[in-house]
């Protein structure tokens, strides 16, 4: 996605490989501008993260209709869970073909006119998986790291051209990508690490009924793309705040021991204790 701002005057290009997706997305958009900004305009770019010449061609056409790109939001990415023996080189790959790689594409193609124009705002939408690697979430887990490195690195490299690079790291969020994450789950039959596959089951559901809104992680993208003095990491939500902070208290050795628990009850009643929320 890339957004064109003027005080506050949006004109936006929405991408997505299927567009047909993206038609319930413009009426939110348009909903939300009455009260927060003025929606100038709202195009549908197709656009496939995936492919490099689709990523020049859509980013071409945003430059040839509106002349600047102001802000690239990476948002594009898959989940599917699995321990790291039983992930095959397939799945791992298109873990990263879309999570890292397709961001990275975005990034080059959106760079050159940033630079020239001395302005720009790169978002990566990551995770509090890319601080935090758990079970079955390894591969997942090292797309993000991999993506919180490459930004780390870049927002250095570019802050000569006043261009700033911006990390949103939400928790558990209510999207379709926790089915589809706990669908992969479902497959792994006769697995060796039933217990570690048994308690992500748990949390994923979970975090089905009480994880954050997508809207909280599109405030917090606002949020960067307005702040005056910008963070390079946003953690969406309380609960990714309790994780991480959670992780951060315990040594390494601490968090690689909760995967000794063999039952289910032990093993949440140390995390309840490690991370703890409260309501």
Avoid at 49 to 74: H, M, P, T, Y
Avoid at 215 to 236: D, N
């Amino acid at each position: 996605m890339a957004i064109t701002t003027a005080r506050l005057n949006l004109k936006v290009s929405l991408s997505g490989r299927d567009l047909s997706g993206n038609y319930r997305a413009t009426t939110v958009l348009r909903k939300a501008g009455v009260d927060r900004w003025v929606l100038v305009s709202l195009e549908l770019v197709s656009l496939d993260v995936n492919d490099e010449s689709s990523v020049q061609k859509a980013v071409a056409d945003v430059l040839a209709r509106e002349g600047r790109i102001d802000v690239l939001v990476n948002n594009a990415g898959i989940g599917p869970l699995g321990t790291i023996e039983e992930t095959d080189d397939a799945t791992a790959k298109s873990v990263f073909e879309t999570n890292f790689f397709g961001a990275l594409r975005m990034i080059r193609a959106v760079l050159p006119s940033m630079r020239e124009q001395k302005s720009g705002t790169v978002i990566n939408v990551s995770s509090v998986a890319g601080r935090v690697a758990g079970t079955c979430m390894g591969i997942y887990s090292a797309s993000k790291f991999a993506l919180e490195a490459a930004s780390e690195a870049l927002a250095q490299e570019v802050v000569p051209y006043n261009i700033r690079v911006c990390i949103i790291e939400p928790g558990f969020v209510v999207t379709p990508i926790l089915d589809a994450a706990l669908v992969s789950l479902s497959t792994a039959t006769n697995s060796p690490y039933p217990n570690a596959i048994q308690r992500t089951q748990i949390m994923f559901a979970q975090g089905q009924q009480t994880g954050d809104s997508a809207q909280l992680v599109a405030e917090t993208i606002e949020s960067a793309v307005t702040a005056t003095g910008p963070k390079l990491r946003y953690t969406v939500g309380d609960g990714a705040r309790v994780f991480t902070d959670g992780r951060a208290a315990m040594s390494d050795e601490e968090w690689i021991a909760m995967g000794r628990h063999t039952s289910v009850e032990d093993y949440f009643e140390e995390f309840s204790v490690r991370f703890p929320i409260t309501a």
